[in-house]
């Protein structure tokens, strides 16, 4: 069965470093989302992206933060410089033609920042 | 901020008993609804979506959309330990956006 694939599944940096977290979405799918879950809280929209562009972004999502699909599989998620407060899980999404149909999840990447 | 508000719980249920979990929203204009199951550490896993007013059923699992009270639900008959995770209600705002409620968590007892 078709899933969404997300590397590393942990990730720990030092506070200040660049982190780029990968996503490979499901083959056939046209949009791809950013979600990131702080433990113990709800799970938080960062990002959507749409025929290689970023097509929402939230308030969470500032200038310490990218996108990009460089490539036709890949999709990453660069936080600029981590803070403390960017560990978290970051879930990769995707879903077939946007918000009328599922969004799949990877299994995620859990950052820690130290 | 529109939100989306779900009980916290925990919620027990003896098993072979029917769960009951409930989600309401403030966005009027939202028009996909979902339920997600979510294992401790572990990612979303969808479970079911509704677009119309009315019962939809999958399996043991029916979702409930009530659109003029803003209001969703997710009935598990037959509840089974293995269900035992939190739930989580999800509703598009806008066209590529999911805004998930805090979740409710479940518990099923043998």
């Known amino acids: 069965e078709p899933e969404v694939t997300q590397t590393p599944s942990h990730q720990v940096t030092q506070m200040g470093q660049e982190v780029i977290l990968r996503c490979v979405p499901i083959?056939?799918?046209?949009?791809f989302y950013w979600y990131r879950q702080i433990l113990g809280q709800k799970v938080e929209f960062l990002v959507s992206?749409?025929?290689?562009?970023?097509?929402?972004k939230s308030e969470i999502f500032d200038d310490q933060f990218s996108v990009e699909r460089p490539d036709g599989s890949n999709f990453t998620l660069k936080i600029r410089s981590t803070k403390l407060e960017d560990s978290a899980m970051y879930f990769c999404?995707?879903?077939?033609?946007?918000?009328?149909?599922?969004?799949?999840f990877g299994q995620g990447t859990r950052l820690t920042v130290v | 901020q529109k939100e989306v508000e779900q009980n916290s719980g925990p919620l027990s249920v003896p098993e072979g008993a029917i769960a009951s979990l409930n989600c309401t929203y403030s966005?009027?204009?939202?028009?996909?609804f979902f339920w997600y199951r979510q294992y401790s550490g572990k990612s979303p896993e969808l479970i079911m979506f509704i677009y119309s007013n009315g019962d939809k059923e999958d399996g043991r699992f029916t979702a409930q959309l009530n659109k003029a009270s803003q209001y969703v639900s997710l009935l598990i008959r037959d509840s089974q330990p293995s269900d035992s995770a939190t739930y989580l209600c999800?509703?598009?705002?806008?066209?590529?956006?999911?805004?998930f409620g805090q979740g409710t968590r479940l518990t099923i007892n043998p």
């Open positions: 992206f749409y025929n290689n562009e970023i097509s929402e």
């Open positions: 083959s056939n799918h046209l949009y």
């Open positions: 999800a509703v598009n705002q806008g066209a590529q956006k999911l805004v």
């Open positions: 966005d009027r204009g939202s028009q996909s």
């Open positions: 999404a995707s879903s077939a033609t946007g918000w009328d149909t599922e969004a799949f």
